[in-house]
Structures are given as structure tokens and as C-alpha cells.
């Protein structure tokens, strides 16, 4: 996995221990001050394809991480849907 996270590359998947510092954690360059930091709490909601701040309900941000983390990506689960509408439209 390359270091830090490639922006130019599809993200990768996002763990439960994204909070926490790992050789799994993604770690991106900033455009602005060319330093390494880890990922926003917001960033991890567009990666998986939730609204900003979707996760931002009064918990801390370590459970946000967590949150995204366990979730699926969102633009999967629409594009399964919406195949499995086809099929059962074909059997009828």
C-alpha cells in the first residue's frame, strides 16, 4: 500500500481502527501545506459516499471513524439495488 495514500488513486477500504495511527491508516498529503496528516472525519463520509457530517451527532470523532469504518460504501449498495430491481422486472 503506497505511503502516503495516493489522490489520484481510488481510496482504499476504510477500516473500523481508521482513528487510531497503523500501518492501515491512510495518510494523505496536503494539497495546501504539502504536510501528512491523517483523514478528516468528513473525508471518511465522502469516501463512503454519506452527506457531510452524516456521523456528526454529538459523538466523538473516534466513533465517527469507527462508524465509517463499519459501514458499507453507499454507491455499491445503490448499484446492487438497483440490479436486483432489473432482475426481478425481467422474471416478471
Known sequence: MPFPDNL??????????????????HVIEDFKTKKLRLLTPK???RINGF???WTNT?????RRYFMM???LVVGVIE????EIEKIIENEN
Open 43 to 45: 473525508e471518511c463520509e
Open 8 to 25: 489520484d488513486a481510488p481510496a482504499r477500504t476504510m477500516l473500523t481502527s481508521e482513528s487510531g495511527v497503523s500501518r492501515t491508516t
Open 69 to 71: 469504518g463499519n459501514a
Open 51 to 53: 452527506p457531510d457530517d
Open 79 to 82: 448499484k446492487i439495488g438497483t
Open 58 to 62: 454529538g459523538m466523538s470523532d473516534k
